[in-house]
C-alpha cells in the first residue's frame, strides 16, 4: 500500500512539473536552436540547407510583392469535399504558406521585407475573417491551424515588430474561429484528425495553453495507433478507430502482417491523402518534442515502418504486390518525410535507406510545398542542430 501511495505522489508530481514546463518559444515545428542552426548552414552555403534555400528564394510563396488573395470581402471562408465550393480555400492555403514561408526566410537572412509579408497576410485574416463554412470547413480549420501558428511563433519571437494589439487579435482568431471546429477531433479519415491534431498544437503552444496541448497530445496516441499498422504491435488486424468506429474503411486492404508492416488506413484510398496523415503525424511530433514530450518515442517502430513502407511505393522501383491494395497504388504529393527522417535516422541513428532514397528524389524538387501541410522540409530539418547530417 505504501508503494502504491509513493507511485501515485511520483506521478501527480511528474503530471504537475509537465503542466508548468514553461513553453518553449519559438515553439512550433522549429525551435529558436533549429532556426538559428539552419541561418548558419545557410550562411556557409551547408547542402542541404542552401540549395533549399535557394529554391524557397525563388519560390511563388516568398516574392517580395507577394499579392494577398484573402480571406472573401464577406469574412467567411466557404469550403466544400473537392473544393466545390471554394470560396477563399485555396486562397488561405497559399496566403498562409506564404505566410510561413517569409517568416522563415525573414529570420534566416534578416530582410524586413519578408516579416512585413508575413505580419500583413496574417493580419489580414486575424481582423477580418469571422467564420468556416459548409462540410469542410473543420479540415480547413485543420489544415490553416497547421500553416498559421508556424508563421506566427517566427514572427512574434523576431524582432519583427509586429504590434501587441495584432498578436492578440491573431491569437482570437486561432481560439474562436478555428480551435471550436478541431477541438474534439473527427470521426472521418485519419487524416482529418490527425491535421487537427497538428493544429491544435500550434494553437496551443502559441497562446502558452498547456492543458491543451496535453489534450492534443492525447488525441495523437490514440489516432497514430489506429491509422498506421505495425505487424509487430497489432497483430493481424489493425487498431480500432478511436471515434465514431465503423465510418472509416481501409480501402479494401485486408493483408495485416509483415509483408504490409506500415500501411497506412487511407493508403489504399491514395497516397496524397495518406500523406497529408504522415506529415500531420510528424510535424505535431516535432512540435511535441520541442515542448518536451516525447510523441516520436512512443511509436518510434511505428513510424519508422510507416515512412520506409510508404517511400518504398513513392520510388516505384518494383510492381504492387497484390498483398498491397490489390497491388493498384494512386500516387499523390509525397514531402512528407523528412522531419520523419531527421528524427529516427539524424537524431537517433535508425537505418531508413527508402526514406533517405525518397529524400534524394525530393531534394530534386524545385518547389516542395504542398500547401495544406508542408512547406520546405528539408529546408528547416535537412539536418538537427545537434551538428548531425543527413
Given at each position: 500500500?505504501?508503494?502504491?501511495?509513493?507511485?501515485?505522489?511520483?506521478?501527480?508530481?511528474?503530471?504537475?512539473?509537465?503542466?508548468?514546463?514553461?513553453?518553449?518559444?519559438?515553439?512550433?515545428?522549429?525551435?529558436?536552436?533549429?532556426?538559428?542552426?539552419?541561418?548558419?548552414?545557410?550562411?556557409?552555403?551547408?547542402?542541404?540547407?542552401?540549395?533549399?534555400?535557394?529554391?524557397?528564394?525563388?519560390?511563388?510563396?516568398?516574392?517580395?510583392?507577394?499579392?494577398?488573395?484573402?480571406?472573401?470581402?464577406?469574412?467567411?471562408?466557404?469550403?466544400?469535399?473537392?473544393?466545390?465550393?471554394?470560396?477563399?480555400?485555396?486562397?488561405?492555403?497559399?496566403?498562409?504558406?506564404?505566410?510561413?514561408?517569409?517568416?522563415?526566410?525573414?529570420?534566416?537572412?534578416?530582410?524586413?521585407?519578408?516579416?512585413?509579408?508575413?505580419?500583413?497576410?496574417?493580419?489580414?485574416?486575424?481582423?477580418?475573417?469571422?467564420?468556416?463554412?459548409?462540410?469542410?470547413?473543420?479540415?480547413?480549420?485543420?489544415?490553416?491551424?497547421?500553416?498559421?501558428?508556424?508563421?506566427?511563433?517566427?514572427?512574434?519571437?523576431?524582432?519583427?515588430?509586429?504590434k501587441p494589439e495584432?498578436?492578440?487579435?491573431?491569437?482570437?482568431?486561432?481560439?474562436?474561429?478555428?480551435?471550436?471546429?478541431?477541438?474534439?477531433?473527427?470521426?472521418?479519415?485519419?487524416?482529418?484528425?490527425?491535421?487537427?491534431?497538428?493544429?491544435?498544437?500550434?494553437?496551443?503552444?502559441?497562446?502558452?495553453?498547456?492543458?491543451?496541448?496535453?489534450?492534443?497530445?492525447?488525441?495523437?496516441?490514440?489516432?497514430?495507433?489506429?491509422?498506421?499498422?505495425s505487424a509487430k504491435?497489432?497483430?493481424?488486424?489493425?487498431?480500432?478507430?478511436?471515434?465514431?468506429?465503423?465510418?472509416?474503411?481501409?480501402?479494401?486492404?485486408?493483408?495485416?502482417?509483415?509483408?504490409?508492416?506500415?500501411?497506412?488506413?487511407?493508403?489504399?484510398?491514395?497516397?496524397?491523402?495518406?500523406?497529408?496523415?504522415?506529415?500531420?503525424?510528424?510535424?505535431?511530433?516535432?512540435?511535441?518534442?520541442?515542448?518536451?514530450?516525447?510523441?516520436?518515442?512512443?511509436?518510434e517502430p511505428r513510424?519508422?515502418?510507416?515512412?520506409?513502407?510508404?517511400?518504398?511505393?513513392?520510388?516505384?522501383?518494383?510492381?504492387?504486390?497484390?498483398?498491397?491494395?490489390?497491388?493498384?497504388?494512386?500516387?499523390?504529393?509525397?514531402?512528407?518525410?523528412?522531419?520523419?527522417?531527421?528524427?529516427?535516422?539524424?537524431?537517433?541513428?535508425?537505418?531508413?535507406?527508402?526514406?533517405?532514397?525518397?529524400?534524394?528524389?525530393?531534394?530534386?524538387?524545385?518547389?516542395?510545398?504542398?500547401?495544406?501541410?508542408?512547406?520546405?522540409?528539408?529546408?528547416?530539418?535537412?539536418?538537427?542542430?545537434?551538428?548531425?547530417?543527413?
Amino acid at each position: 500500500m505504501q508503494l502504491r501511495r509513493s507511485l501515485v505522489v511520483l506521478l501527480v508530481t511528474v503530471s504537475g512539473a509537465a503542466l508548468a514546463q514553461p513553453m518553449q518559444h519559438p515553439g512550433v515545428l522549429v525551435s529558436r536552436q533549429q532556426l538559428d542552426f539552419v541561418k548558419q548552414q545557410v550562411a556557409q552555403k551547408t547542402e542541404p540547407f542552401y540549395g533549399e534555400y535557394q529554391k524557397a528564394m525563388a519560390s511563388q510563396y516568398a516574392t517580395l510583392d507577394y499579392k494577398l488573395q484573402g480571406p472573401p470581402p464577406t469574412g467567411i471562408i466557404d469550403c466544400g469535399p473537392y473544393s466545390r465550393p471554394d470560396h477563399g480555400c485555396h486562397a488561405e492555403d497559399a496566403d498562409a504558406t506564404a505566410a510561413y514561408l517569409q517568416a522563415l526566410l525573414w529570420w534566416i537572412n534578416g530582410d524586413r521585407h519578408y516579416a512585413d509579408n508575413s505580419i500583413r497576410i496574417m493580419n489580414a485574416y486575424s481582423h477580418q475573417l469571422t467564420a468556416y463554412t459548409s462540410s469542410n470547413a473543420p479540415l480547413q480549420a485543420a489544415w490553416s491551424a497547421e500553416m498559421w501558428p508556424r508563421a506566427a511563433e517566427i514572427i512574434r519571437y523576431s524582432p519583427a515588430g509586429w504590434k501587441p494589439e495584432d498578436v492578440q487579435a491573431f491569437g482570437a482568431m486561432l481560439t474562436k474561429i478555428n480551435l471550436p471546429l478541431i477541438r474534439d477531433g473527427s470521426p472521418k479519415n485519419g487524416n482529418w484528425e490527425l491535421s487537427m491534431i497538428e493544429g491544435m498544437m500550434g494553437i496551443a503552444v502559441f497562446i502558452n495553453d498547456r492543458p491543451l496541448l496535453n489534450h492534443a497530445e492525447g488525441m495523437w496516441h490514440e489516432r497514430v495507433p489506429a491509422y498506421f499498422y505495425s505487424a509487430k504491435l497489432d497483430g493481424d488486424h489493425p487498431r480500432p478507430l478511436p471515434r465514431g468506429e465503423g465510418r472509416t474503411t481501409w480501402y479494401g486492404q485486408t493483408t495485416f502482417d509483415a509483408t504490409t508492416n506500415g500501411v497506412a488506413q487511407e493508403t489504399c484510398r491514395d497516397l496524397g491523402h495518406t500523406g497529408y496523415a504522415l506529415s500531420a503525424t510528424m510535424a505535431a511530433a516535432e512540435t511535441a518534442h520541442i515542448q518536451g514530450a516525447k510523441l516520436y518515442e512512443s511509436e518510434e517502430p511505428r513510424l519508422i515502418a510507416a515512412l520506409e513502407f510508404h517511400a518504398h511505393l513513392f520510388l516505384r522501383q518494383e510492381p504492387v504486390p497484390k498483398t498491397v491494395c490489390g497491388g493498384t497504388i494512386h500516387y499523390g504529393a509525397g514531402y512528407t518525410f523528412g522531419i520523419g527522417y531527421n528524427e529516427y535516422h539524424n537524431r537517433l541513428g535508425q537505418p531508413m535507406a527508402e526514406t533517405r532514397q525518397w529524400l534524394d528524389k525530393v531534394l530534386a524538387v524545385p518547389e516542395p510545398v504542398d500547401m495544406h501541410t508542408t512547406v520546405f522540409e528539408l529546408l528547416t530539418h535537412g539536418a538537427d542542430a545537434d551538428g548531425t547530417k543527413r
